[in-house]
Nanobody, 127 residues
Framework: QAQLAESGGGLVQPGGSLRLSCSASGGNFNYGTLSWFRQAPGKERQFVAAFRISGSGKYYSDSVKGRFTISRDSAKNTFYLQMNTLKPEDTAVYYC????????????????????WGQGTQVTVSS
């Protein structure tokens, strides 16, 4: 099972940018799905973005589409979430996750198929 660790969170003003990193070790990174989720206080964990390791498509929630970009550096076993034009409603703890399955779009938005999670990193968007 993979071990994941997020970094890069912090406090940023509305309209600003942050890049989150997820460093991975162990497990098989030649197949499966890598994703970002977030959880605001008092709310359920919410899908943000994902891609299939062996595919080319990237998938985003409607709330972040056009502002966030998910990417991967295979050589470093690290994947990223570039967040631009941040809004106060983006404030949450952000988690990276890995599934050993190559998930279809409807399934990758659920937390259930993911067996590896990071500890989370806080992102606060406030003036």
């Amino acid at each position: 099972q993979a071990q994941l660790a997020e970094s890069g969170g912090g406090l940023v003003q509305p309209g600003g940018s942050l890049r989150l990193s997820c460093s991975a070790s162990g497990g098989n990174f030649n197949y499966g799905t890598l994703s970002w989720f977030r959880q605001a206080p008092g709310k359920e964990r919410q899908f943000v973005a994902a891609f299939r390791i062996s595919g080319s498509g990237k998938y985003y929630s409607d709330s972040v589409k056009g502002r966030f970009t998910i990417s991967r550096d295979s050589a470093k076993n690290t994947f990223y979430l570039q967040m631009n034009t941040l809004k106060p409603e983006d404030t949450a703890v952000y988690y990276c996750a890995k599934s050993s399955l190559s998930l279809i779009v409807s399934t990758m938005q659920s937390t259930a198929p993911y067996e590896s999670w990071g500890q989370g990193t806080q992102v606060t968007v406030s003036s």
